[in-house]
C-alpha cells in the first residue's frame, strides 16, 4: 500500500533582518527670550521617541525625536527649566526586504553630553541607540498527518500566531490638575512626566479598541 503524506499550509513568522544602529544627536540650542540666563546646568536629559518606521525597497527607514530638557540655575538663584525636540531620521541599507514587513523599534540614550558655550547657549552632544526588528509572514508547509502501509501517527494540536498588521497611531490627551488648598501656589514648572498603561485590549469588526491610563 501507497504510504500518503498530508500537508497543511500554516503562517509563520520570520525574523528578515534584526539589529542595533547608533543615531547620533549634536545640535547648538539658543535659548528663547522668555528664559533666563544660564549660570550653571544641574541636569540635561534625552528621551528618545520614535514617531514612524517602515521599509520602502531595501531601505529600512526610523524617524523620530529626542526631547531635551536641561534644568539650570540662574544668576538670581532660582531653578528653571528648558526643553526642546530635536528630530532625526536613520537609515539603513539591507537587501532581501519582503513586502510590507512588521517593523519593531526601541530607542535608548545611549549618552548625553551639555555645555554652557553662553548664558544663553547649549552645546549638545549625545547618541541614541536603535534596536530594529523586522519580521515579515511566510506561509510554510508542515505533515498533519500519514496514511497508509499501516502506518501510525502520535498526533498534538499546536497554537500558531502570525502577524497581521503594525501600526500607531498619536492622539491628543489633555487634563486640568489642580493644587490642594494646602499648598503653595507655583512659581514655575521645573519637570513633567507622563506614563501610559495599557489596562484592556478588545477586537470589535476590524477594530482595535485599547482602554488604559
Given amino acids: 500500500m501507497e504510504l500518503k503524506i498530508l500537508k497543511e499550509a500554516v503562517c509563520i513568522n520570520k525574523t528578515i533582518y534584526e539589529g542595533m544602529v547608533e543615531q547620533a544627536v549634536d545640535s547648538d540650542v539658543t535659548l ?69 514587513p512588521c517593523v519593531y523599534v526601541r530607542a535608548k540614550t545611549e549618552y548625553i553630553n551639555c555645555r554652557a558655550v553662553s548664558p544663553r547657549r547649549l552645546d549638545i552632544h549625545g547618541a541614541v541607540s536603535l534596536s530594529i526588528k523586522v519580521v515579515a509572514k511566510h506561509t510554510q508547509d508542515i505533515m498533519s498527518n500519514a496514511q497508509g502501509a499501516g502506518i501510525q501517527t502520535l498526533q498534538k494540536n499546536i497554537e500558531l500566531s502570525s502577524v497581521i498588521g503594525n501600526s500607531g497611531r498619536a492622539f491628543p490627551l489633555t487634563d486640568v490638575v489642580e493644587i490642594g488648598a494646602g499648598q503653595p501656589p507655583m512659581s514655575q514648572i521645573i519637570r513633567t512626566n507622563a506614563f501610559a498603561a495599557v489596562n484592556e485590549i478588545k477586537i470589535i469588526s476590524n477594530k482595535a479598541m485599547i482602554k488604559g491610563d
Fill in 32 to 100: 528663547p527670550d522668555y528664559c533666563p540666563d544660564i549660570l550653571r546646568i544641574l541636569k540635561c536629559t534625552m528621551t528618545p521617541r520614535i514617531t514612524a518606521s517602515q521599509t520602502a525597497g531595501d531601505r529600512i527607514t526610523v524617524d523620530g525625536s529626542t526631547l531635551l530638557r536641561a534644568i539650570y540655575v540662574t544668576e538670581n538663584g532660582k531653578v528653571h527649566c528648558y526643553e526642546q525636540s530635536i528630530p532625526f531620521s536613520k537609515f539603513v541599507d539591507e537587501k532581501g526586504l519582503d513586502t510590507n
